[in-house]
């Protein structure tokens, strides 16, 4: 359930359209451009923060509980870190026991979202900020979280109203920010590189989550 030995990353890298800054506004002559680019800047300065809405959700459908702060570092994706993919994990525990954990600042992992298996959502961390959820850094950079209450050795756990909720909300991340609906773009904890979690498991049911993304994604194109 999520990196637990990732060490808090207090670093910032500007992003590649932030790079062009000076380039861009000369080729198209703008000062307004230059000023824009400049303001993205200026909010990933050490100590300043962009303004967040309290309880705000990227998920309609998502209650908010928010994570504790040493479990997650603050960004501005996609425009800092761009995000191409989805990592489906279980929680080993109940849904209970995987939002105590998350808001342990000693657990020092979470996901951006944890799905029921009655089919209730908590949302955790802005999609924005990056999530130690991976066991990889960039892994984490670039993608979203989504913890599944139940174990991996027990098929019945994935219930068919987790699998449509949770359905509905990588049909949406993947609608935000373009990410194709495919194996290479929504993965298990286990297919990430140099992890030791074996997460979602044998009894993960890809073809029917994918099919249940898809037909979600395009009623939301």
Not at 60 to 76: E, I, L, P, T
């Amino acid at each position: 359930m999520g990196e637990r030995r990732a060490s808090k990353d207090t670093d910032r890298r500007m992003g590649r359209r932030a790079l062009i800054v000076g380039g861009a506004a000369a080729a198209v002559g703008t000062a307004a451009l230059a000023r824009d680019e400049l303001a993205r800047l200026w909010w990933r300065t050490p100590g300043v923060e962009k303004p967040r809405e309290a309880g705000e959700v990227d998920f309609r459908g998502a209650r908010w509980v928010a994570a504790s702060d040493a479990n997650w570092r603050r960004a501005d994706r996609p425009d800092d870190y761009g995000i191409d993919m989805v990592v489906v994990h279980v929680t080993q525990g109940s849904f209970d026991s995987a939002v105590r954990a998350f808001q342990d600042p000693g657990h020092r992992a979470a996901t951006h979202y944890i799905v029921g298996q009655d089919g209730h959502i908590a949302q955790m961390i802005r999609e924005l900020d990056v999530a130690y959820h991976a066991g990889n850094r960039a892994y984490n950079e670039r993608s979203v979280g989504i913890e599944h209450e139940g174990f991996v050795d027990r098929p019945q756990d994935f219930t068919d109203e987790m699998y449509e909720a949770s359905a509905r909300l990588t049909a949406r991340i993947c609608a935000r920010y373009e990410i194709p609906v495919d194996r290479e773009h929504i993965i298990g904890h286990v297919e990430v590189p140099g992890t030791d979690h074996t997460d979602p498991g044998p009894h993960w049911d890809w073809d029917r989550y994918l099919k249940l993304v898809r037909r979600a994604r395009t009623a939301v194109a």
